[in-house]
């Protein structure tokens, strides 16, 4: 006999599992399919966590690493530390974070199958039969990435606009300030984006890049560059991920009367920084009190209360034009010694989340903290 479920979610990510979590608390008898033999058997992200996630959540210590600020170098590598009094961004044990977010959601109760794809699934007068297993399920949810197979089967929005990442873990590298974010702007290795480089949890280097296509990250010409300002003599590369990060915002269909779309399948990513485990958290969160709401008190349909909740990024996919279009290096060059610079940078670094905020227009006007420039 088949087994009923109120919700089924393919994909066990950040989204998916948050999403799991709280509909089992909620009461919902929730399936969660992912095709990873194991959480966070494959980390494709850098995992950095901003202040509000390790707040909201609740991440354990033990699994992050603060890292107080930001060191932003221009092309010609002249650099200036931005910082935000109380502010801090966190380096985090992915794969370790990912086993505990699948944790937590088998202990509020929900039934997670790791090592099981989502195949398909058939929409019934009452339920939506999931193809290839013996299973129906009230609702689902595509938490299924970047390249979601729920969107696709559904006839929902897909994601069209994409960076391109990648990031290598390394050991013996020298001379890395471990307080620091260090972002490296290069409109010819990075297009559209930066790379990337600090120190992680347990002491080993992250160091990566991300480009609009058809430009593919060069991490080997990226090591070269850095080797002008790290000792890397001593570096070896123990680990690789990466992948596509959608950047054209929120997808224009993201649900049906049965399904619906969360975090990255959905488009929910920010447009300008790139972050979306913040957003993919809150999205999949979103979801299954919606759900929850509608299918146990009769609330109206999950869209309708999701369509002011989820962020649409519209300032941020219109500053997204603009680094598409790439400022040449000069010009990067020129700036990153000037207020203008360092204003925006530090805006769109500390203010991500409420760009264009009362907050972050009467920061523009504050006194700028102590410059440390290297020439620049
Ligand atoms: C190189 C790189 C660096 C990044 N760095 C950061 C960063 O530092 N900070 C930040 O905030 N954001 C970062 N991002 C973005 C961030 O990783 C994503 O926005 C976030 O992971 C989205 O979470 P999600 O749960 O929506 O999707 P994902 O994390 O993509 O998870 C989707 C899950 O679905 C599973 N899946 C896919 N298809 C199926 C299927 N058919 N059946 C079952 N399971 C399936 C996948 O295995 C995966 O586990 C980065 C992204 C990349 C690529």
Redesign the pocket.
Known sequence: MASHYDLAI???????LVCARSAALRGLRTLV????PAPGARV?????LVKEVAERWEVPSRLVRRIRGVRLYSPSLSHIDLDSPGYYFLATDTARLMTWFAREAGQAGAELRFGR??RGAQPQADAIELLGMDARARFLVG????RS?VARDFGLGLNRQFLA???GEYVGIRGLDPDRLHCFIDRRLAPGYIGWAFIGVHGIAQV?L?SRSPVKPDLDAFMAKLSGIFDLQGARLIGR?????PVGGRVKNWATDRVLL????AGI?SPLT?????T?LDSGWRAAHAIADHLMDGAPHPARILGDAYPRFLWKRGLRRLLDAAPPDWLADALISTKPLRVAARTVYFHHRDLMSARAWSDLWKSEPRRRANGG
């Open positions: 393919a994909g066990g990510s950040f989204a998916g399919l992912e095709r990873q494709r992200t850098t995992g950095i794809a989502y938490a299924d990435g970047p197979a990442g990648i990031e990566g991300a991920r990466g992948g596509v990060i969360a975090g990255d399948a990513v790139a972050g979306g485990i913040h993919a």
